[in-house]
């Protein structure tokens, strides 16, 4: 049975067997969870997305999907690399393609036989989703989605993105897992 645990921390310091990327379409590194996971994986992991570019996607991830790439410099294995969308109040079906991030990487990581793996708060930044409907779609998906997964730990950068994410877990009840204030 998967174990769902939130943390407060850095994503790339995560001693796991993947970690989820928020990554931009173009695989490419961008700005905040993807930027850091560029940086600290170092040039496997740009090496990887190219390569992908260059055959599977030429076009990019389609918003709602997921592929892995080598982890690089990471602690970690994998990099699964998911594309969220952007928030849009008059988009109600964006709410389905968040979620979609979120099954699409419990997939990827079966698929490579990860056991735990470490999740960012997806579109919960510059992509602008409110960070309690984004908690509810992000802990809600990945309860209701059968993986082999022993731990589905969600690391959550700064303490009011963990609030908000340990607040909706304790209204949900014990059923996902505990917290853990970690610097």
């Not at 998911?82 to 979120?102: T, W």
């Not at 700064?158 to 340990?166: D, I, L």
């Amino acid at each position: 049975m998967m174990e769902i645990t939130l943390i407060q921390g850095d994503i790339t310091e995560q001693w796991v067997d993947a970690v989820v990327n928020a990554a931009n379409s173009s695989l490419l590194g961008g700005g905040g969870v993807d930027g850091a996971i560029h940086r600290k994986g170092g040039p496997e992991v740009l090496a990887a997305c190219r390569a992908l570019r260059a055959s599977h996607y030429g076009k990019g991830l389609a918003t709602g999907q997921a592929v892995a790439t080598t982890a690089g410099n990471l602690p970690a294995t994998w990099v699964i690399h998911m594309v969220g969308p952007v928030y849009s109040a008059g988009a109600p079906e964006r709410a389905a393609l968040l979620a979609s991030c979120y099954r699409e990487s419990l997939r990827v990581a079966d698929e490579l036989g990860v056991r735990t793996l470490a999740l960012p708060a997806v579109s919960a930044g510059i992509y602008g989703w409110p960070l309690r409907d984004a908690a509810r779609i992000a802990l809600g998906t990945v309860r209701d989605t059968p993986s082999g997964l022993s731990e589905a730990r969600f690391v959550l950068f700064g303490p009011e993105t963990y609030e908000v994410f340990e607040a909706v877990r304790r209204e949900w009840g014990e059923g996902l897992g505990h917290g853990s204030m970690v610097d």
